[in-house]
């Protein structure tokens, strides 16, 4: 299902920093798990960082914990801010949502519900 909405995607030069945003309406609260995930074509897909909204704590992908920061923006969105880019942060960028009682903890990259997807591109 595609309920959810990322935005804020493009291209960035390496060092450079890209906000994403995705509308999850009605998701945000205990009830849910929401989080960012990534894929590169032919790669497996990559936990960056879920909010467990039942327990107020956020989990991240140890590669990008120190740079990748998980955020509620307001009543219906989570952001995503991402600073010092790589080019190996080159993927295509999703949020997503998954019931409380399916939620397995961790960085997660399985969810119920998706949005389609944000590009991003850093180039060196």
């Known amino acids: 299902q595609v309920q959810l909405m990322e935005s804020g995607g493009g291209s960035v030069q390496a060092g450079g920093s890209l906000r994403l945003s995705c509308a999850a309406p009605g998701m945000i609260n205990g009830n849910y798990c929401i989080g960012w995930s990534r894929q590169v074509p032919g790669k497996e897909r990559e936990g960056l960082a879920t909010m467990y909204f039942s327990t107020d704590t956020t989990h991240y992908g140890y590669s990008v914990k120190d740079r990748f920061t998980i955020s509620q923006n307001n009543e219906n969105t989570i952001d995503l801010q991402m600073n010092s880019l790589k080019p190996e942060d080159t993927a295509m960028y999703y949020c997503?949502?998954?019931?409380?009682?399916?939620?397995?903890?961790?960085?997660?990259?399985?969810?119920?519900?998706w949005g389609q997807g944000t590009q991003v591109t850093v180039s060196p």
């Open positions: 997503g949502a998954e019931f409380l009682f399916n939620c397995r903890g961790g960085a997660a990259t399985r969810f119920r519900f």
